[in-house]
């Protein structure tokens, strides 16, 4: 790993924290999953929670990888260390509780990475280890997580539909349970998994009302391809 990285990261070392910027970001690029790796291991400590040292550490570090893995373009080097840290996250709270409405630690670094790896929908190496991270993330009823992931799995949708396919009972899930951004990818999805939407249709038909204009051509274009499909209708 990079002295600087090392040192920052081995000491807890804020003060140096800001230094990592003024590093080429080809010279840190071979030790970028070993400092994912790293940043794991402080965030799943168990005073991370408390410990607002480390929080801001980390969450400079994260900024810093993925900032260098976009511009040296190597998502696919290391993408199974940052899947790695993002799937951690789901291991701890990443709900506001009571009247709190800012993010818990390891929402926040869910989120700042969220885009470096979903942003490569149209890459299948880095989608194979993604969509299933991402759509476990749609039911831990973080809203703005789940709006982020949605959004990206919508154009997953189009690149990679078989890859959502896979998934389709715990995307049908959330939008019955209030998620109706992902209305816009059951149809895509409708072909490949037509039984896990019909077992549903009766539900998800009864949303239309509750549905903003803007939705409602997603789930009648549903309605549309299955009625062509089976013209006597399908029943749960």
């Not at 000491?11 to 030790?31: N, P, V």
């Not at 991270?133 to 973080?142: D, E, K, M, S």
């Not at 309605?223 to 013209?231: E, L, R």
Request: proline fraction near 4%.
């Amino acid at each position: 790993m990079h002295q600087l990285f090392s040192q920052v990261l081995g000491q807890r070392d804020l003060s140096r924290a800001g230094d990592l910027f003024s590093l080429e970001d080809t010279d840190i690029e071979d030790c970028l999953s070993q400092a994912l790796d790293q940043i794991k291991d402080i965030s799943c400590s168990p005073d991370y929670l408390t410990n607002d040292n480390d929080q801001a550490v980390v969450e400079i570090c994260i900024t810093r990888i993925t900032t260098a893995i976009r511009e040296t373009g190597s998502i696919e080097k290391h993408s199974r260390a940052l899947v790695g840290l993002w799937e951690s996250c789901l291991e701890h709270n990443l709900t506001p509780q009571g009247e709190n409405t800012e993010d818990t630690p390891h929402a926040k670094i869910a989120s700042d990475i969220t885009s470096c790896i979903l942003q490569n929908y149209s890459c299948p190496s880095v989608m194979v280890l993604a969509v299933p991270v991402a759509v476990r993330f749609l039911q831990r009823g973080n809203r703005g997580l789940s709006r982020n992931m949605s959004s990206y799995l919508s154009l997953a949708a189009i690149a990679k539909v078989d890859l959502l396919a896979e998934h389709a009972e715990a995307i049908t899930l959330s939008v019955l349970g209030g998620n109706h951004m992902l209305l816009r990818v059951l149809p895509s999805v409708y072909p490949k998994q037509p039984d896990t939407i019909h077992h549903h249709l009766s539900k998800l038909t009864a949303k239309m009302t509750q549905l903003e204009s803007a939705e409602k051509p997603h789930l009648i274009c549903l309605i549309q391809m299955i009625a062509d499909q089976h013209p006597l209708g399908c029943r749960e």
